[in-house]
């Protein structure tokens, strides 16, 4: 298996696929072009449907006894490749790892799971329909897996690839990110103290996120809500006092927060420490957590599968946001498992291990098969 991973996804990292953010830039086409026929060379019927201009998601079924469906989803799209210290479309193999942007985000995982689609079709028919999907967009706004909820058939679970570290990730944190903006009143720097620095105010909305955390109780497996400052922005020349002054705010959310709520709280808490000289934008980013339960179908298939190869089979919670929390919304069961660790995601050598890819190839094949005895019996 590990060869065929080494091929496959060389292939994948070979054809570049960065996320245009809405700019220019030819996306993902080429990749689900490359996808699609690869899943035709090895008897998998699949199509392509367009959710934004020329950006498709892939989309194939393998049949099974019951035309419920187990969904294997990740995505095509990846992160920019400014300053990376390896070739990023190169895949070159070193000490049994592969090497390329998206190796490990998300196209490690994305071959694990053609890789045990192409098996599944191979034979015997397995007890669940299998769909494969591959989406755009999931590096930005998510519209891949918004896209794809309209297309799917009934299904029952959804595991979701991410890196995980091969790890049942049931859990995962959500996102709001805002934009937070004091307002001063500018004027010459020879005179500051006719004028209101809209940087000194900031400084102590500064000091007030580092020192005060979000009020939530933490999760079992994902610890504390958390928010980061993430960018500064003040200022307009060396001789004038600044009026405004921006910071952007990245909000990390548990199960059972909702993002907007807590925009709007934060908002509040902010308008108490500054009054009248603080405003907060709109989000420009929202994501939500998700909280599977670990004794549902699909986590217990995942779970049975990795402890039938000697794995921890403990489920785990990831504090990073993915696909699974969209379809959890729309009512399908889901979690969260892959090759790799996030932390060589988007990184300047981003990298895979090839046995792993391998190996999860087999434990999502050995997870459909083991749905016999759940939602497909």
Partial sequence: MTARAEALLRELVRTPSVNPRDGSGPGEAALAAVVRLWLADH????????????????????????PRAILLESHLDTVEVDGMTVDPYAGEVRGGRLYGRGACDAKGPLAAFMLAAAELAAGPVPPCTVVLAAVVDEEYRYRGVLGLLDALPEVVGAIVGEP?????????????????????R????????????????????????DATPPEI?????????????????????????PGRCEIDVDRRTLPG????????????????????????????????ALDTPADSP??????????????????????????????????IPA??????????????????A?????FAAEVVADLVRRVEAGPCA
Wanted: charged letters at 20%; glycine letters at 12%.
């Fill in 298 to 331: 699909i986590a217990a298939a995942l779970c049975g599968a990795l402890a039938a190869r000697g794995r921890d089979a403990s489920v785990r919670g990831m504090p990073f946001c993915t696909d699974a929390s969209k379809l959890a919304r729309a009512g």
């Fill in 354 to 358: 090839l046995a792993d890819v391998g």
């Fill in 186 to 209: 500018a004027g010459h720097t020879s005179r500051p103290s006719e004028a209101v620095n809209a940087v000194s105010l900031m400084a102590r909305v500064l000091g007030h996120l």
């Fill in 217 to 241: 109780a933490g999760h079992p497996l994902l610890g504390p809500a958390t928010r980061c400052v993430t960018r500064v922005h003040g200022g307009t020349g060396p001789n004038i006092v």
């Fill in 335 to 352: 979690v969260v498992f892959g090759p790799g660790s996030i932390l060589d995601a988007h990184s300047a050598d981003e990298s895979v």
């Fill in 43 to 66: 008897g998998i019927a699949a199509e392509s449907q367009e959710v934004l201009p020329g950006r498709p998601n892939v989309v194939a079924v393998v049949p099974g006894r019951d």
């Fill in 257 to 288: 927060e909702d993002p907007m709520d807590v925009w709007r709280r934060e908002g509040e808490e902010l308008a108490r420490l500054l009054p009248g000289q603080v405003e907060l934008d709109p989000p420009f980013n929202v994501d939500y």
């Fill in 164 to 184: 995980t570290g091969l790890a049942a990730a049931t859990a995962h944190k959500g996102v709001v990110r805002y934009t937070v903006r004091t307002l001063g």
